[in-house]
């Protein structure tokens, strides 16, 4: 989304399998007055985190403001902003960081309001990655770009409520690199992924996470791409990372055939 807001693209298609996130990008599109309201006055506190927890948790019936509000809710005020987490602080709130830790109102409100400005150049759709690729891929302009964010390999029955099994990543990554297109993919680093993708450019990076209420760590995550571009060099890449892909002299990534 910071790429259109900075003006690098001129449309942004989103997809999004999980009926809570396709509820939360539908209301920033069609409901940014009601999503703005419900940040102003929602409590901060474990029971309402609770009752939030419960309508993500119960999806059916729900109309799309009130279920994609709770995915929001639940993103900012839970550990690592997982959805399926617990609250930030812990039921007793006697972590460092309390529930309202990641949950400010005026920052939240800044972005909605402008991500709302730009509605009308925002698609979302909610249907599975595969057939969003075979149906809606070819509809896009000539010039565009593809990113994908699946599921991670490992852990990821705790992390997410549609998650993949080994035969559904070994499928998406079949599809992946059939694209036509310039693609670019992030996933848990593990042996898996890179096998499923073996030569293609792939660069190692980390990440920052909060584990539980009082241990922060790193993570490693693996970006990967193909369709014929090059990419540029990521500055958050370790130099000893970029020679294991054969970074050019410049800090050039290798391109990956189309």
């Known amino acids: 989304m910071l790429l259109l807001v900075q003006e690098h693209v001129n449309h942004v298609v989103i997809n999004d399998a999980d009926p809570a996130i396709h509820a939360f990008w539908l209301s920033v599109k069609h409901h940014t007055k009601e999503l703005i309201s419900l940040i102003q006055s929602i409590p901060l506190n474990v029971e309402e985190h609770a009752r ?14 009130e279920l994609g509000f709770a995915a929001l809710y639940l993103n900012r005020t839970s550990r690592s ?8 602080g812990g039921k007793k709130q006697s972590g460092k960081y309390g529930i309202d830790a990641r949950f400010n109102r005026e920052t939240l409100i800044r972005q909605l309001q402008l991500i709302g400005r730009l509605s009308s150049r925002i698609d979302v759709f909610g249907i599975d990655a595969e057939e969003f690729l075979e149906k809606q891929v070819p ?7 593809i990113y994908l964010d699946p599921p991670y390999f490992r852990n990821a029955r705790r992390l997410y409520r549609n998650y993949y099994k080994a035969a559904d ?13 310039p693609w670019v993919l992030t996933y848990d680093y593990c042996d898996e992924v890179r096998e499923l993708y073996t030569g293609y450019p792939m660069c190692e990076f980390e990440i920052h996470y ?5 241990t922060r760590g790193t993570g490693r995550e693996l970006m990967v791409w193909g369709g014929g ?13 970029l020679l294991k892909t054969g970074a050019k002299k410049d800090g050039t990534l290798p391109a990956a055939a189309a």
């Open 229 to 241: 571009f090059e990419m540029p060099c990521p500055p958050y890449a370790t130099r000893r990372t």
């Open 139 to 145: 509809q896009l302009p000539q010039r565009h770009l």
């Open 81 to 88: 902003g997982i959805l399926r987490g617990g609250p930030i």
């Open 210 to 214: 909060t584990a539980n209420n009082s």
């Open 52 to 65: 939030q927890r419960a309508i993500y948790s119960n999806p059916e019936g729900r109309d799309i403001l």
């Open 169 to 181: 990543h070994a499928r998406l990554a079949k599809k992946v690199k059939g694209l036509r297109s």
